[in-house]
């Protein structure tokens, strides 16, 4: 949600003092410029930075503004010509300053209002703070999570000029949308199950049947995480003629080992750990210690806990999903779109363009061919929103 700020210019139609005409720059200021800078700013020389000479009539004023109000600055104040050059009388330094000034003065509005460079700045954390519990009845705490804003020396700390973006902080400031929008929408129940045509391992296979697992073999699955929490994780194994021991690894980390017991039937039992996953893909590895017997592996299960909701979350919900939690729209993408419009006309506080609409569902679109949900295909856009 940038801010953009900048100060109007109002420009008279024309100068108090009319300039003289062009033909006079093309007679007598240009040859005399020429004459006396010339040897330095020829526009011919291709080493020189200070090309003024390159204007060939007035109108040709307006393509280096900046650079003809310096020469009448430094014919003004007698510090060009250097000392060691030809030196112009005070004539011609009067009338030569004299004509680029009135010249720029008269044409200034030429080019339309203009402010001077307008400084895109970002919301400082106490603005961030009540921005996001107006829109989403989050009370989010920016004064903890984001460092001081700079006030530039002059105390006050909502100046442009100093409210800039370096990556880190927009990383930030990525990361916290993130955290905000999966407070304000519920997510949908994760339950996801892994057979044995779904593991990846480096052990060869032939059918669909239980993985048979040997002494310091693996078998792996990506799950993909929205919510950060505690998570149930249980496996269906089997053991062969002794115990088998086997291993759970989250992205590379033993979190939870298992025996499990040798039975004449070599039937399979689930056993079951409770994990605790971050938003984001994780690798899920089950392997068989390096002094355990063989053990089969039929099937693998990550799912959220019972969670019972508060008044508090179904509110929010409902007011940016303008539906209850679990409810899932006739028209998926209709309802997203309205979604976004609403919400995008408040963050940004104008009217949206069905162009910026369309940028936004490219997104949701994006995350629904994934296979994302509903309620996490919209994050995505609605994080965009939130960051832009």
Request: net charge negative; glycine share 4%.
């Amino acid at each position: 949600m940038a801010i953009l700020a900048a100060t109007t210019v109002v420009c008279s139609p024309a100068s108090a003092v009319e300039p003289e005409s062009s033909r006079h720059f093309e007679e007598t200021i240009r040859p005399a410029l020429v004459r006396l800078c010339g040897d330095c700013h020829s526009p011919d020389d291709k080493s020189n930075a200070v090309r003024f000479l390159r204007a060939e009539s007035a109108d040709d004023l307006d393509d280096a503004r900046g650079l003809w109000h310096s020469v009448a600055e430094q014919l003004r104040n007698r510090t060009m010509p250097p000392p060691d050059e030809t030196q112009p009388t005070e004539e011609e330094r009067l009338e030569i300053s004299r004509w680029v000034d009135e010249t720029l003065r008269a044409t200034a509005c030429r080019g339309g209002e203009f402010a001077g460079p307008v400084t895109p700045r970002r919301l400082n954390r106490y603005e961030y703070e009540r921005t996001i519990q107006d829109l989403l009845g989050i009370e989010y705490r920016a004064t903890e999570s984001f460092p001081a804003d700079g006030s530039g020396g002059e105390g006050f700390n909502n100046n442009g000029e100093t409210l800039f973006l370096p990556p880190l902080l927009m990383e930030r400031y990525l990361s916290a949308a993130g955290e905000i929008l999966d407070q304000a929408i519920v997510s949908p129940p994760l339950r996801v199950e892994f057979g044995p045509a779904e593991f990846v391992s480096d052990v060869e296979r032939t059918d669909d049947a239980p993985w048979t697992l040997t002494a310091g073999q693996e078998a792996s699955v990506l799950v993909t995480i929205y919510v950060t929490g505690d998570y149930r994780a249980a496996i269906t194994a089997a053991a062969g003629d002794t115990d088998a021991r086997l291993v759970l690894k989250i992205d590379d980390i033993a979190a939870e080992r298992w025996t499990v017991p040798s039975t004449p039937e070599h039937r399979d039992e689930i056993h079951t750990t409770t994990i605790h996953l971050s938003r984001g893909i994780h690798a899920l590895t089950v392997r068989a210690a390096n002094d355990s017997s063989s053990a089969k592996l039929s099937r693998l299960e990550v799912a959220s806990p019972d969670r019972k909701l508060s008044a508090e979350q179904v509110e929010r919900h409902h007011r940016l999903m303008l539906a209850d939690p679990g409810k899932s729209p006739e028209d998926p993408r209709a309802a997203a779109s309205d979604v976004l419009r609403r919400f995008a006309r408040r963050a940004w506080r104008r009217p949206v363009e069905t162009s910026e609409i369309e940028r936004l569902l490219a997104l949701y679109d994006r995350a629904a061919h994934r296979g994302d949900s509903h309620e996490e295909a919209l994050k995505l856009a609605l994080k965009a929103v939130l960051v832009s």
